[in-house]
């Protein structure tokens, strides 16, 4: 099978269209044609950051599209069936048994290597085996294959083309607040950074009642959206000289909950001062190589303070996307605001436009021209 897909190459910070060849379904696999595919940070920084991944790829997993064919070990979904396709985990193991799948024990092996558990691959460019199988997807195509962990079946009443964000940034976001850092009613929760994923988690906070939500973003359109989304205040860091300072005139207590979508050292740094005793710091940004952990160790001894990793929300793909989804369709979750659509072939328009600030969520329709 034929195909149009977005190639990323080692040294070319442009992404190429090109052909591929898509291989037939094993048994244990599915074909789905994609109908958008969110633009994530991730993958840009698997293109020119992450050197012991194979290029050339097919990067892309925030997938959504309808269901062509399935192998015949399948039995989760159908064709026909439309789908949001997430991350792989295997379903075995003990973290995935306790409701963890975002800290699988093959989790590398399954998302991160380019290739399939054989080490073949799925997609081939001029005859020549291509890097795919990412997150269990690589859906920067027309064409994609998954598998059974990877997908969640959807409606046919929602809008197709936009639903993959929430397969990785919408509910890295909102899951965080959600589940990660189990944010209560009436608590207050800081977040730093307002992209797809920050604002995900404003519309998160606001979902559990929080009563002082609070966004530090530079960007004046997003902190207006913050606001939009249910923040009660929002900051331009570019307007305070101590952000630490400015943040605890707003809660004097300090926070009990803060989430950092920057990476930024300093900014990480900032939000750990402002927490409340027994406060959690979570962490879903990319952070620069051998970046350390924030805080000063008897400080957050003292004060009980927690720092914690975050991956994908800590969702469990088959239960959170549902929610997220009646959370959608009731309009407690309008990340539809954050979106502006792209054809596939105009990805790099899309990196150029959300590097500036000038779009939140890019989504890439290959059908869109």
Request: aromatic share 6%; proline share 6%.
């Amino acid at each position: 099978m034929k195909a149009q897909a977005a190639i990323a190459y080692r040294g070319d910070d442009q992404f190429r269209i090109e052909e591929i060849s898509v291989d037939e379904v094993r048994d244990d696999e599915i074909l789905v044609k994609i109908a958008g595919v969110g633009l994530c940070h991730t993958d840009l920084v698997f293109k020119s950051m992450m050197a012991d991944f194979p290029l050339p790829a097919v990067l892309g997993h925030e997938g959504s599209g309808k269901v062509i064919s399935v192998g015949k070990n399948v039995t989760k979904v159908n064709p026909g069936d439309h789908v949001i396709i997430t991350f792989r985990s295997c379903g075995a193991c003990d973290r995935c048994g306790s409701g963890l799948p975002s800290y699988c024990r093959s989790m590398p092996k399954l998302n991160y290597t380019g290739r399939r558990e054989d080490a073949s691959a799925a997609y081939k460019r001029n005859g020549e085996d291509i890097s795919s199988n990412f997150f269990g997807q690589s859906s920067f195509s027309e064409l994609a294959i998954t598998y059974e962990r990877n997908v969640v079946k959807v409606g046919d009443d929602l809008p197709l083309e936009i639903m993959g964000p929430l397969g990785c940034g919408v509910q890295t976001g909102a899951g965080a607040i959600m589940r990660s850092l189990a944010a209560e009613p009436a608590s207050s929760v800081l977040i730093t950074g307002g992209g797809s994923v920050g604002l995900s988690a404003v519309m998160g906070a606001a979902i559990c009642e929080c009563s002082t939500i609070v966004l530090v973003e530079p960007h004046a359109a997003r902190r207006e959206l913050a606001l939009e989304f249910g923040a009660t205040h929002v900051i331009d860091p570019g307007e305070v000289t101590d952000l630490a300072s400015a943040l605890s005139v707003i809660a004097p207590a300090g926070f009990d909950k803060a989430l950092d979508t920057s990476g930024a050292p300093a900014v990480q740094e900032a939000a750990l001062a402002c927490l409340a005793p027994k406060g959690v710091l979570g962490l879903v940004g990319i952070s620069p190589p051998q970046t350390s952990l924030p805080g000063e160790v008897n400080k957050v001894m003292t004060f009980g303070h927690t720092v914690m990793g975050i991956i994908e929300g800590d969702s469990d793909p088959d239960a959170f996307l549902p929610e997220l989804v009646a959370h959608f369709k009731a309009g407690r979750l309008p990340f539809d605001r954050m979106v502006k659509t792209f054809p596939l072939s105009q990805i790099n328009e899309a990196v150029a436009q959300q590097h500036a600030g000038e779009c939140i969520k890019a989504v890439l329709v290959p059908g869109l021209e």
